[in-house]
C-alpha cells in the first residue's frame, strides 16, 4: 500500500540523514521502519528511549545485556531491594546510587558489592563478625 504524509521539513531531514542515501526509496524505507518499530506505541504514553550509547551504559553498569522493557524493570527492581528470606528491603534510590558508585569505585559487580555489604552489616548486628 502507498500512503503520502505530510511531515515537517526538520522531520525529514533527520530522516535523510539517517538514511544515508538521498534516494525517495531509502528514506521511505527507513521510515518504513522507524514507522514499524513505535507503531504500537499509543501516542499517549510517555516513552523513554535510550539510545546506543545509554544502552552501553547502562549494560555496563548491571554488567549484563539489555534486551527489552521488561527486562530492565526487573533489573532495576533487583538492584533496588535487598532480599533476605521472605522479606523484601527496598533501597531508596539514593542508596541505590550510592551502593553502584560505591562499587564502581572498589571496582566490584554491583550485586556482589550488594551482598558483600549486607552480609558485613548482618554480621556486625548479629555478631558474627
Avoid at 6 to 15: F, H, L, M, N, R
Wanted: charged residues 30%.
Amino acid at each position: 500500500m502507498k500512503v503520502t504524509l505530510d511531515i515537517p521539513q526538520e522531520t525529514y531531514d533527520k530522516i535523510l540523514k539517517h538514511a544515508g542515501t538521498k534516494d525517495d526509496k531509502g528514506v521511505s524505507s527507513l521510515a518504513t521502519r522507524i514507522l514499524g518499530r513505535f507503531g504500537d506505541v499509543p501516542d499517549s504514553d510517555r516513552v523513554i528511549v535510550v539510545r546506543n550509547e545509554g544502552r552501553k551504559k547502562l549494560e555496563e553498569m548491571i554488567q549484563t545485556t539489555i534486551e527489552d522493557e521488561e527486562q530492565l524493570v526487573n533489573l532495576v527492581r533487583n538492584l533496588s531491594m535487598v532480599q533476605i528470606g521472605h522479606v523484601e528491603y527496598p533501597l531508596s534510590p539514593a542508596q541505590t546510587i550510592a551502593l553502584t558508585e560505591q562499587a564502581t569505585f572498589h571496582g566490584w559487580d554491583v550485586r556482589d558489592y550488594i551482598k558483600l555489604t549486607t552480609d558485613r552489616v548482618f554480621g556486625e548486628l548479629l555478631g558474627l563478625l
